[in-house]
């Protein structure tokens, strides 16, 4: 049979990677698939460029939308990152009728309706394994290996910038701004590290992963979001002493009255696999309702772990080639039609356990009145550590752990014991979550 | 759409259970796979004993070949166990022209090459997700999640019996026997725990992620396999003190001159996550050369968690009816036409690290006479521990690490220190893996 005609759109880190990976296991991915699948086209930035990878038998172009539209080209796969020019490039690939398949986590939570909505109407598919955990499988574990549960929630580590910062912190001790710098010296991020470390790039793959989950359309505007840069070796220190590792979260949960989908910093149990993740690494933790408990691991990001993503993609969508569009599986998990519009709940309503930590005058009566103004809001403390105030020091610090409770309910108390006198600073507050029946 | 028949063969736990998930969540499985899946025919042992699930609606029939080649069933869910008469029941199935779903694999380690070759002559489908570590989707990751890799290996801990032994001993300090008795009396180990614990069932497994990782057929009759009854809690406790867990694993490795298919006993770092899989859980390490390592964690045996699979396996086949036969997922990942006779290696050239532990005299020159046993086989030493003579005892135990080595070699050197007549006892032995790259 004739060889399957990629167009690479970007040439770049995954780009390059791909090209690799597919020359170097060309035999093994044509043995699998039953065809060859050769990158014939691809769009670059400018002609001259160095590449991590040969490129001899490309037709190269700076022009994106003429490989995104070329008559020799049979699947396009985006990899040039960005949401306003992607876009528009893979709806025009769509409407030649190509297939896509893309690595970018934010095109498809920000555009993703549209997109599959267009992809639909033209009988083709948009593929995007490698927009969530690199090279882990998970879009195909959930979307197609979890098919037969009800799935109740998920939490993942995914990505893996906040993650390599969240570990040095705790093994080395070191403070999130030094770590922050090697990080960035090493290449894992960016000089404005907003993205990763406040939770966006976390935000969009959890926005994925949770219409998935749930079969609801992409929803990333209504996601509750926050980053990791509050957090001090000293809160690392003391989860620890409780049991408890912190990892920056992604989380789906189902409830009655709707689904929470948010990204924050969590303390978890440090027996749990999913604390024992660490560096770059990614995993989600997925419970369904028949199966309980999977976890999925890997590399979430690099070129070669990318690019094995892509390349699964890529010999799926040769696979489905003769399939019915009807038959293959649905973008979101779920038919297009049986997607269903399910509330995505305000952060006031997220339900969970809390952290706090505050510094208080080492006085007489200060747990106390702390302890009546959390009763007063009807939240249970299920720990307390009070920390030795240091020679001569008039302060100390006071850790507490509650029991679940909204999220409206603690703020207001939180607000509270912040306008008392005896308190020394904002409180820290993060979330704690046992991830039962993990 | 008319809803797709199912026929079951066997209505116990794992049958049950598939009855039980498939009505509990039909709405959503119909959202996503675009179609009702329903049993519709079950063939039972006899026609009044106790069942786990709701029987109203399903033809029950004692007799399995009438559900096999039913004219109303689509596709046949063999959950029955054994391999003989699963085999021919299988085959008729196949012969109408009928999928079949299995979660057998003695079956399929053992006859599965004959069962592919059918259903492939008759453009049909055998699925077996549910043979290998029951609800993680590892077949479904490996052949298509990892479609773009070159595997070069896998190690997995695939006997849920096994890994609750180990956990228990090591935890609990309690010896073989004594928790075997408790698994028995959990339901977790048969009266007969041959196939568990002396890793039959595990092998099984290998065969089946052996043969889908590296693309050769199924070669069960070739596999090394050691069980787990001799480790004693000394065992434990001295890898501990090493920095090892011992877990029952089974491993597949390419290497230039074959393949290792090969189940045993295993010192694994204690840091790693494969180590910290405990009770009845099941986890598989899979490294390719462009994703790493990734790993997939879940419950590998149970009514629902292994009905997860089978459902999962069901969806599939509904979405591919349409897909032209020679575009589907092939059985063992790569074309048929594809698949190589890769030389499996004999045990004696395995080569792993090793643990060695023997009982001494305690007395000058008999770890000078250990060492140099040892090194006249070009076997290096990685660690030595003595330990201490209780007070008055005159043995002691020895514990080595030696660096890798052929399987062979490290036989004949124990063959020689058991010679000695300073020695005790027999020479406990076992791998040891880092599992680099994990």
């Keep these: 049979m004739k060889p399957v005609r990629i167009g690479l759109i970007g040439l770049g880190t995954v780009g390059g990677g791909t090209v690799n990976v597919l020359a170097r296991n060309s035999e093994e991915i044509a043995r699998r698939a039953g065809r060859q699948i050769t990158v014939t086209h691809a769009a ?30 049979d699947v396009v796969v985006e990899l040039m990152g960005g949401t306003d020019e992607a876009r528009d490039l893979v709806l025009q690939a769509i409407a030649c009728g190509k297939h896509v398949v893309t690595a970018n986590k934010a095109l498809i939570a920000l555009h993703g309706n549209e997109i599959f909505a267009a992809a639909q109407a033209h009988g083709v598919t948009v593929a995007f394994e490698a927009a969530v955990a690199g090279g882990i499988p998970i879009i195909k574990a959930i979307r197609e290996g979890l098919a037969g549960n009800r799935i109740d929630w998920l939490a993942g580590i995914i990505n893996g910038t906040g993650n390599f910062i969240l570990t040095a912190m705790r093994e080395q001790g070191r403070d999130f701004d030094d770590v922050l710098r090697e990080a960035q010296a090493l290449g894992y991020a960016e000089s404005d590290p907003t993205f990763d470390v406040e939770g966006i790039d976390a935000a969009h793959k959890l926005a994925i992963l949770g219409s998935i989950a749930f079969g609801m359309p992409l929803e990333f505007e209504r996601l509750t979001i926050e980053g990791i840069s509050a957090i001090t070796p000293l809160d690392i220190e003391y989860a620890e002493e409780l049991g408890y590792r912190i990892k920056h979260l992604g989380i789906a949960r189902r409830r009655a009255d709707g689904v929470e ?65 009807g038959n293959r599986v649905p973008h979101l998990a779920f038919q297009p039609d049986a997607l269903t519009d399910v509330a995505v709940l305000p952060s006031s309503e997220i339900e969970s356990a809390y952290y706090l930590r505050m510094t208080v005058e080492d006085a007489p009566g200060v747990l106390a009145s702390v302890a009546r103004i959390l009763a007063d809001s009807g939240i249970s403390i299920e720990a307390v550590v009070q920390k030795e105030p240091a020679h001569g020091a008039t302060r100390v610090s006071l850790i507490m752990l509650t029991h ?34 993990a």
Tied chains: 1, 2.
């Design 44 to 73: 670059v930035r400018n002609l001259s460029g160095a590449r991590i990878c040969d490129v001899s038998g490309l037709e190269l172009s700076t022009d994106a939308a003429s490989v995104a539209t070329h008559p020799d080209v």
């Design 261 to 325: 989908l948010r990204v924050h910093p969590t303390l978890i149990p440090a027996r749990c696999l999913l604390a024992n993740v660490n560096g770059v690494m990614n995993a989600v933790l997925v419970q369904g309702d028949a199966v309980g408990a999977t976890l999925y691991y890997g590399a979430g990001a690099g070129a070669e772990a990318t690019a094995s993503a892509v390349i699964a993609d890529l010999v799926d969508i040769v696979r489905a080639l003769t399939t019915d569009p």
């Design 404 to 437: 679940r409770v909204r999220e409206g309910l603690i703020n207001d108390a939180i607000a509270r014991i912040e306008a008392s006198d005896y308190i020394e600073n904002t409180i820290m507050r993060m979330r704690v979550e046992t991830l039962d029946g």
